[in-house]
């Protein structure tokens, strides 16, 4: 009874409970001090620096984007301005009206290019039918032969055509060469028809493979018969005339009417495509330089929001914890009252009479006192407001700051206009 020490079993009760209270304190502190290291590693202000900048960095990024190809756009553009010139110069000396000049694409070349070589096997072939009966040769010596003379009808009836287009000059000595040309080509396939009808004459009157077919047709053209004898010959002269005058219509029509325009037009479309090609890659390198550079903006301020929100979240979470831990203390100094009250009872209960129970008995078991947390949030309150305010700020400098970028890029953009005027 007069005992001033815990028993072994108060000594087992307040060590069990005080393990389970140091470890909740050890606990509250390591979350609050990640919490806290989150909470300071937040702040907006580079975020609202970088954001304000935005109108002033894309300017510069847009000039650099601007001066790594001023040489080749000044360059294109003095090229467009000469080509422009020499269309303009030729115009006038032409008398030719600002319209556009006829040109033909390349899919449009290769297309006439096949007709006309299409025609020309057409031609050729039934040429040899008609002279294979008469050729030591046979079919293959009837088609050589037939292809050679469609072939030069189809090539001379072609260029003559391009060169009647003279007849379109303003010159006189060349609207003379022009008709003259036609007239060239359309006597050649005339005569060229009738030669094939005397081809389709003599050839069969050959009566010695070892006689020459030319030397027959040229007896036959001397001595004047008349070839159109049987609707063979007739059929031959008038497929190579219509296979001639349509290469003459083809190569008339095979570029602009007006000799030379096409192909001064063609230097002028072709100098103003590089020079509008180069300013479409400009302005598109702008376009996408100011949709990064917005949306860089937006996400800025959508990280601060998120950053602030973050911010709230832990001081929410630093007082859930305080709540916690601040619980836990109060049922381990609970539960070490009750245990002990009970043990206290249960030993009273068990005592001698003659054997009272100590005088401590009356005195409660305290836990030594341990280093609680920093859960106060006065700090992170001050904070909160700074960062609340940065937000703020960025949020108001959005709409200027977008009006900045738009107005540089409408300025730059500006810039790249052709001037249709003179190019």
Same mark, same amino acid.
């Given at each position: ?15 069990? /409970?005080?393990?389970? +209270? ?20 937040? !702040?907006?202000?580079?975020? %609202? ?5 935005? @109108? ?14 001023? @040489? ?14 020499? $269309? !303009? ?17 390349? !899919? ?16 050729? =072939? &039934? ?6 009966? @008469?050729?030591?040769?046979? /079919? &293959?010596?009837?088609? $050589?032969?037939? =292809? ?9 009836? =072609? ?36 030669? &094939? ?5 003599? /050839?069969?009157?050959?009566? !010695? ?8 047709? $040229? ?40 000799? @030379? ?32 550079? #917005? ?7 959508? %990280? ?6 973050? /911010? ?9 914890? %305080?709540?916690? &831990?601040?619980?836990? #203390? ?19 209960? %068990? ?31 001050? +904070? ?34 052709? #001037?249709?005027?003179?190019?």
């Amino acid at each position: 009874f007069n005992d001033t020490q815990l028993t072994d079993v108060e000594h087992q009760i307040r060590g069990t /409970l005080g393990k389970k +209270r140091e470890t909740t304190v050890k606990y509250g502190q390591q979350v609050i001090q990640q919490i806290q290291q989150r909470m300071d590693s937040i !702040d907006i202000t580079a975020q %609202k620096n970088q954001t304000l900048n935005q @109108g002033k960095e894309f300017e510069h990024i847009a000039n650099q984007i601007l001066s790594a190809q001023d @040489g080749r756009l000044a360059e294109a553009e003095r090229e467009a301005k000469s080509k422009k010139n020499l $269309l !303009d110069a030729f115009r006038i000396q032409n008398r030719l009206p600002d319209i556009e000049a006829e040109r033909i694409s390349s !899919d449009g070349k290769l297309l006439k290019i096949a007709v006309l070589a299409t025609c020309c096997v057409v031609e050729g =072939f &039934v040429n040899a039918n008609f002279f294979a009966s @008469g050729m030591a040769g046979g /079919l &293959v010596g009837g088609f $050589l032969l037939a =292809f050679t003379l469609s072939f030069a009808n189809i090539i001379v009836c =072609f260029v003559a055509g391009q060169l009647y287009t003279n007849k379109n000059h303003v010159k006189v000595g060349r609207i003379l060469y022009g008709y003259l040309s036609g007239l060239i080509g359309l006597f050649f396939t005339i005569g060229l028809g009738i030669f &094939v009808a005397y081809c389709r004459y003599a /050839l069969p009157l050959m009566e !010695d493979e070892a006689q020459s077919p030319l030397a027959l047709i $040229l007896q036959s053209i001397q001595s004047h018969v008349i070839p159109f004898q049987d609707f063979e010959s007739c059929a031959l002269f008038a497929v190579t005339i219509i296979c001639g005058v349509f290469a003459i219509y083809e190569g008339y029509f095979y570029t602009d009417c007006y000799p @030379g325009y096409a192909k001064v037009f063609s230097a002028y479309a072709k100098s103003q495509r590089r020079y509008t090609a180069l300013v479409a890659n400009l302005r598109k390198s702008l376009e996408n330089q100011k949709t990064q550079t #917005l949306q860089i903006i937006d996400e800025s301020v959508k %990280k601060a929001e998120a950053d602030v929100k973050a /911010l709230k979240f832990n001081m929410g979470q630093k007082s859930i914890i %305080k709540k916690r &831990v601040t619980e836990t #203390l109060v049922m381990a100094d609970e539960t070490l009252k009750a245990l002990t009250q009970y043990y206290r009872y249960e030993n009273r209960l %068990k005592r001698p009479q003659n054997s009272p129970r100590p005088n401590y008995f009356d005195q409660p078991i305290e836990f030594p006192d341990l280093e609680m947390p920093d859960f106060t949030i006065d700090r992170d309150e001050a +904070r909160l407001t700074t960062q609340e305010r940065l937000l703020s700020e960025m949020i108001e400098n959005i709409v200027p700051i977008r009006g900045q970028i738009l107005s540089s890029f409408n300025s730059k953009f500006d810039q790249l206009q052709p #001037l249709q005027s003179s190019i």
